[in-house]
T-cell receptor, first 112, second 118 residues
Framework: AQSVSQHNHHVILSEAASLELGCNYS??????LFWYVQYPGQHLQLLLK??????LVKGIKGFEAEFIKSKFSFNLRKPSVQWSDTAEYFC??????????FGQGTELSVKP | GAVVSQHPSWVICKSGTSVKIECRSL??????MFWYRQFPKQSLMLMAT?????????EQGVEKDKFLINHASLTLSTLTVTSAHPEDSSFYIC??????????????FGPGTRLTVT
């Protein structure tokens, strides 16, 4: 079955540290990939998306992600995190049925 | 950006009663809406796809007679949890797909509804 997996369950960083959250998807062919963020008590917001073209995608709030087809990966990065980045991060992809499926989520805690 | 609202934001009900949750797309029309369920510290699990004017399609393992979905208009979908039990307690999130663009259809998420069944 098509799936999205995130390897990091909980990441704890200090402010100004660099961030990389892993995401892998299980299927080949055309992929549409997303990263969403869920701040405490708030709804899901789209950080960035990849459909085609440049594999390095820049999103909002200084986040970026790189699509590496050979590794089936779409890792999220940020060079310097802030306390306000504390949130739950979800990687997602459209499956072949056109439905958005999510990874397990990664909780990011940034210490001031 | 587009806004999706849910009502109520939280609800407490007694075991055996039914609860209706509304999902509205406020500034766009959505022929397709989705209902997800999220357990604490876990991911969003797709429950069903709600299609305006037709029956919803349910994911494997989701009881369609327990989770009734009605998508009566292009801006409203409802999820009714029938004969609720404590194990139905969860966070329910709806999402609406904006199909007004060309090619890519973005999904927008509601703020969620916290259901507690006592």
């Amino acid at each position: 079955a098509q799936s999205v997996s995130q390897h990091n369950h909980h990441v704890i960083l200090s402010e100004a540290a660099s961030l990389e959250l892993g995401c892998n998807y299980s299927y080949g062919g055309t992929v549409n990939l997303f990263w969403y963020v869920q701040y405490p008590g708030q709804h899901l917001q789209l950080l960035l998306k990849y459909f085609s073209g440049d594999p390095l995608v820049k999103g909002i709030k200084g986040f970026e992600a790189e699509f590496i087809k050979s590794k089936f990966s779409f890792n999220l990065r940020k060079p310097s995190v802030q306390w306000s980045d504390t949130a739950e991060y979800f990687c997602a992809a459209y499956n072949q049925g056109g439905k958005l499926i999510f990874g397990q989520g990664t909780e990011l805690s940034v210490k001031p | 950006g587009a806004v999706v609202s849910q009502h109520p934001s939280w609800v407490i009900c007694k075991s055996g009663t039914s609860v209706k949750i509304e999902c509205r797309s406020l500034d766009f029309q959505a022929t397709t809406m989705f209902w997800y369920r999220q357990f604490p510290k876990q991911s969003l699990m797709l429950m069903a796809t709600s299609n305006e004017g037709s029956k919803a399609t349910y994911e494997q393992g989701v009881e369609k007679d327990k989770f009734l979905i009605n998508h009566a208009s292009l801006t409203l979908s409802t999820l009714t949890v029938t004969s609720a039990h404590p194990e139905d307690s969860s966070f329910y999130i709806c999402s609406a797909r904006d199909q007004s663009g060309v090619g890519y259809y973005e999904q927008y998420f509601g703020p969620g509804t916290r259901l507690t069944v006592t």
